[in-house]
């Protein structure tokens, strides 16, 4: 729960970054409770092995970075010196609380307006140079094509949005 203002914050970010890619006469009025029903789904899921404080205290600080626009390795820092976490930590809680919510929320954001204009949205993985192997696997695929309806898939795991597979390697 200490972490629903940060997650919803992102969600809300990722959603405004996709309905402005959207052209003009598709983005329609973003609605925001599936964008509450889907961060509910996924607290607990965020970070783990760690005291509740220390969530509440992880919670403000992703919630402030992704509020001033930080970077992933700016909200890094700002764990490191709040919290003491080693940078390899701080760079994980960073990026994957960063990752997951932005494109859980953009993906959400086509699938509601595909749905409000009866159409089909396909949403296809694009890895950044230098990602790590799981990720280039994935590359240009589009969701759905490997066999499981409205995932991807890598290995034994499967998402709906990039940094939904429940495996902090992926």
Do not use: C, Y
């Not at 992102?10 to 961060?39: T, Y």
């Not at 402030?64 to 700016?74: F, K, P, R, S």
């Not at 759905?144 to 939904?164: K, M, N, Y």
């Amino acid at each position: 729960e200490a972490m629903r203002p940060a997650i919803a914050a992102a969600w809300a970010k990722g959603a405004e970054l996709a309905i402005g890619d959207m052209r003009s006469d598709l983005a329609q009025a973003f609605e925001h409770e599936p964008v509450d029903k889907e961060v509910d789904a996924h607290l607990g899921e965020m970070v783990t092995n760690v005291t509740d404080g220390t969530r509440t205290r992880v919670n403000a600080i992703v919630l402030d970075g992704l509020e001033a626009g930080a970077t992933v390795n700016e909200i890094q820092q700002s764990l490191m010196q709040d919290r003491g976490f080693s940078a390899q930590r701080s760079l994980t809680i960073a990026r994957t609380e960063s990752t997951r919510a932005v494109n859980a929320a953009g993906v959400n954001a086509w699938e509601q307006m595909a749905a409000q204009l009866d159409m089909e949205v396909e949403v296809k993985w694009k890895s950044q140079p230098g990602a790590r192997d799981a990720h280039k696997e994935l590359n240009g695929k589009v969701r759905g094509e490997q066999g499981v309806e409205g995932h991807w898939v890598s290995g034994v795991a499967s998402a709906e949005a990039p940094g939904q597979f429940g495996v902090a390697s992926l």
